[in-house]
């Protein structure tokens, strides 16, 4: 009969913590398949959304006489990890000579190439890099810095100025002005940092207006081209990115460096696109951590209901 009842009471302390820890490890499981099931719907997502490829490109099997002959000078040439022409001389919109080193050294730098009376496409890529910026978290001024360069000689500081305005209208932010330049200069200087910058144009005499390519430059505080993002809307997440990598980790919080490991960069769209292999491993060492951890409460808790302090005797038959 003694026997009997130590039986039922070691069945009775293991019970709980058992099945609690079969039922716990069940679900978890479940979870990290949900997990790495949305890993892989998120890269398929990215790979199956399009995005801009820098210049301009035909179809294949396209005659090159079917595209606009201005348009196939244009385009970017991704010259990353070189440096641009800091002593080359400019104006700002106050009218100072200036160099372009004077907005390298301390922070990174978005540039753009634009001309301030273009029509159409230069006012949209600004447009699309102010709308970005002003969702981040960063300020410019105090974590990079803003420059406008034109590309057309016949710019001046009046015209900068006036685009300048413009802008700092739909940027408010602390500092602003102190973090945008437009720069005007003359045509040696806009063609050492154009064919530095890898920025190629041309001028159609039919439209009497310049063709370009649209996108921006982020630039390390040395002044080395870091990352190129093409079109006229630019993901806040990948100016984030592309700062906090011109950086060198100086911007950003460990959340930034963690989500790096998981996003890379990618040339040919100009985009940050998920590594899927990092990303797995990344959750693959999480979720071994974390079950380790999980079993390992449960086997104290388990080993706890099972100690002589905290059993209960069975009840009196008598």
Known sequence: MQRTQRRTQRRTARKPGTGLLLRAVAVFLFSVFFSVSSVFSVSLSAQMTGAPAPGFKREIGQPASAIPAPLR????DQNIGDL????????DEAGAMVRLGDYFGRRPVVMVFAYYDCPMLCTLSINGLASALNILSLDAGRDFEVVIVSFNPHDTPAT????????LSRYKRPGAEAGWHFLSGDRA???RVTKAAGFRYTWDEATKQFAHPAGVMVLTPEGRLARYLFGIEYGPRDLRFALVEASAGTLGSRIDSLLLYCYHYDPITGRYGLAIMRAIRLTGAATVLALGTFIMIMIRRDRGARAPGTQHSAPSTR
């Open 189 to 191: 200087s806009i063609d």
């Open 84 to 91: 641009v022409p800091l002593d080359a001389p400019f104006r």
């Open 73 to 76: 000078e244009i385009g970017f």
């Open 160 to 167: 900068a100025t006036a685009k300048k305005a413009t802008y």
